[in-house]
């Protein structure tokens, strides 16, 4: 008998911290999905920021330049 509640004492055990881990991870999901959102964005948006940039810059007239009378 204390064999059968010893072994399910450690099977409850068991259980409970692989939910408790499967509920940290997803708890744990969408941080990382950011954290591999900007990682792309570092690595490979660095261009298209860089040419947005440009493109923009060439749209918006020099300050210099007076309006149109």
């Given at each position: 008998m204390t064999?059968?509640?010893?072994?399910?004492?450690?099977?409850?055990s068991t259980v409970m911290t692989v939910l408790g881990q499967l509920a940290a991870m997803f708890a744990l999901?969408?941080?990382?999905?950011?954290?591999?959102?900007q990682l792309v964005t570092a690595f490979h948006g660095s261009d298209a920021r860089r040419n947005t940039l440009t493109d923009s810059s060439a749209a918006v007239p020099a300050l210099s330049e007076e309006p149109p009378r």
């Open positions: 064999v059968v509640v010893v072994a399910a004492v450690l099977t409850w999901l969408p941080s990382l999905g950011l954290l591999v959102q």
